[in-house]
């Protein structure tokens, strides 16, 4: 597996030493910041204001406990997970049956449709967050876990579709041709031939899917305020409270919380994601 | 086109399959309107497919954009929070005499025209430079992975530690090498070159990882061809690699273009548009209008002029970007 364009560097053995010590400067500039956060989030109140900053101490939970008490943390946490499961699982059922009808049913129109959803990802969703708030308000549905699913399908289900179609178009042809000779219907053809081989790439797909929700800030900040509140607004507040003054423990400690299990899930199923990723971006 | 051939043969064989049993055992009427209802059953599975999330796309995404487009032609109504009398262009005009306006488009500018080459260019560069083949590769790009996973509005408050004028790490190691302590967010231009060094650190991860894809998967046999005809490693680059790359190098922009643009959740946590309006991008702008100084109406004028200017500029990108234009 070599890399023609790179792999002959000038001078050979030097450069390649160069350029391995180059890959670790560059990873520890993109990994420090995290690590940082995580250590931060282990020390007092005290040893976070310190100069120079210090990278040996005895880790405390002490953070962890002040704010997952107080900061409503769990409920918001709870919803989180709802809602990213609940969008996730929506966008990929029904984008997944629109990116398999834009590959390979013939449909009349269909091609504009296409394009309109793919347009639709350009969409700022600042333009959506003013009138559904509107909207939300008007039917009582305001603060509600089944508005913000809705709400994240308007950018989770044109993502599924793009990437399910090009995932759907580099199949053979031939697999459902022959099942749909065979005497199977369409749907037989696609819920026992297309989609069982097409499971890693449903997974990735649903997985991003889901970090995308989990992430999401503005339609949360705006359709929601008590009951239904997600993780980052709480980060929101705690940022941007500045009347406190900096309160790096609890932004560190919530934030530890919110990244790392995303981390494990995405470093579980890395192979695929990467792929699904370079698929999105170079096909999608 | 390829695939419309196929799924129409698909359909094609299961239609006539189906209609020479029908007729073998009824007369010809009943089977002309055996057929009928086939191909009527047929038409509806065949739009089965795409109706839900048509319905989904259309409750949320395009009844939202019409009834902001209302409400940017009317007075707005806070007793009913509704859209009231029709009042023609004024709220644009009003928006348009908005010097904020467009103080928050031109910060808004700033940034994606600094953030986006620079992402690009730094994550092909990087990609170039670590590819080398050792043990530690995989890991590092599975490593990756991180920094884009981290939501942005955690992204935006760790950085504001990290680049604290006082307390921050990022101010104690500048210090090291007697340069600062810098206000990164007390400075106008700081605070921009902040932002811009946040979104950068979260989105050239991953271009990185759709540039090492596209390096494995260019053709081989070129780089050989070049070798033996003697060409050097960065003529070998660029006039080999380089030219290979650019549709993937354009779509990775327009990807990097369409997340862009929805810029917020960084600045809400980093800046909160300041110091001042300096990093004031106009998502923020329009949310402040809207939930805080509660302008529904304003702020739907500038939502329907933004949304616009998204759509015309996607429209271009997607049209100069080769790679993506194949799709249609």
């Known amino acids: 597996m070599s890399v023609p364009a790179t792999s002959s560097a000038p001078g050979s053995a030097f450069w390649h030493r160069m350029r391995i010590l180059a890959a670790i400067i560059v990873s520890l500039f993109f990994l420090f910041p995290i690590y940082w956060m995580v250590l931060t989030s282990f020390k007092q109140q005290v040893e976070i204001f310190t100069n120079p900053p210090t990278f040996f101490f005895t880790p405390t939970l002490a953070t962890y406990k002040e704010y997952i008490a107080r900061a409503d943390i769990v409920r918001r946490l709870v919803n989180t997970v709802i809602v990213a499961t609940g969008s996730g699982l929506l966008s990929i059922v029904v984008g997944t049956m629109a990116g398999y009808a834009l590959a390979r049913i013939r449909l009349r129109g269909a091609g504009t449709i296409g394009l309109l959803i793919l347009l639709s990802r350009g969409v700022p969703p600042i333009a959506l967050a003013v009138p559904m708030f509107l909207v939300a308000r008007k039917f009582g549905l305001t603060d509600k876990h089944i508005t913000l699913i809705l709400a994240y399908s308007t950018f989770l289900i044109p993502y599924v579709m793009w990437l399910m179609r090009s995932f759907f178009l580099s199949l053979p042809k031939e697999l459902e041709e022959s099942a749909m000779i065979d005497g199977c219907s369409r749907y037989g053809a696609f819920f026992k031939i297309i989609l069982p081989i097409s499971l890693p790439g449903l997974l990735s797909t649903l997985i991003f899917s889901m970090i995308l929700a989990w992430e999401e800030l503005l339609f949360a900040l705006v359709l929601t305020n008590r009951h239904a509140s997600t993780i980052p607004v709480a980060i929101a507040g705690i940022a941007g409270d500045t009347v406190n003054g900096a309160n790096w423990g609890a932004l560190t400690a919530v934030g530890t919380i919110t990244v790392v299990p995303v981390v494990i899930f995405a470093l579980l199923v890395q192979k695929w994601l990467i792929k699904g990723l370079a698929d999105g971006a170079t096909k999608g | ?328």
């Open chain 2, 1 to 328: 086109m390829t695939t419309d051939t196929a799924s129409r043969r698909i359909a094609g064989n299961d239609g006539a399959g189906n209609d020479g049993a029908g007729s073998d055992r009824t007369g010809s009427d009943g089977a002309a309107r055996h057929a009928r209802r086939h191909a009527l059953a047929d038409l509806l599975s065949r739009w089965s497919f795409l109706m839900p999330s048509m319905l989904v796309l259309t409750v949320m995404l395009a009844y939202p954009i019409f009834y902001t487009l209302e409400i940017s032609f009317s007075s707005f109504d806070l007793a009913s929070f509704s859209a009231d009398q029709w009042v023609g262009w004024d709220n644009y005009r009003e928006v348009m005499g908005d010097y904020r306006f467009w103080e928050s488009l031109k910060v808004t500018l700033i940034y994606l025209a600094i953030a986006l080459p620079l992402q690009v260019a730094l994550g092909f560069g990087i990609a170039f430079l670590i590819n080398a083949e050792w043990w530690g590769r995989g890991i590092l790009r599975a490593l990756f992975i991180i920094p884009m996973v981290v939501a942005p509005v955690v992204a935006g408050g760790m950085w504001r530690m990290i680049l604290d004028p006082l307390w921050g790490i990022a101010n104690y190691w500048l210090g090291l090498v007697g340069l600062g302590p810098l206000d990164w967010f007390g400075d106008a231009n700081l605070a921009m070159a902040a932002v811009i060094i946040i979104d950068t650190w979260r989105w050239t991860p991953f271009i990185v990882l759709i540039a090492t894809a596209a390096l494995l998967a260019l053709p081989k046999d070129v780089f050989e061809a070049a070798k033996i005809d003697g060409a050097n490693w960065w003529s070998t680059l660029w006039s080999v690699a380089v030219p290979l790359l650019v549709p993937v190098i354009a779509a990775t922009f327009v990807i990097r273009w369409l997340g862009a643009v929805k810029m917020f959740d960084i600045v809400l946590a980093a800046t909160y548009g300041g110091p001042g309006k300096a990093t004031n991008v106009i998502n923020l702008f329009i949310y402040e209008e809207a939930f805080r100084s509660l302008r529904f109406a304003e702020s739907a004028a500038m939502a329907v002029i933004v949304l616009i200017l998204t759509m015309v500029l996607t429209g271009i990108f997607l049209r100069g970007s080769r790679k993506l234009e194949e799709l249609f």
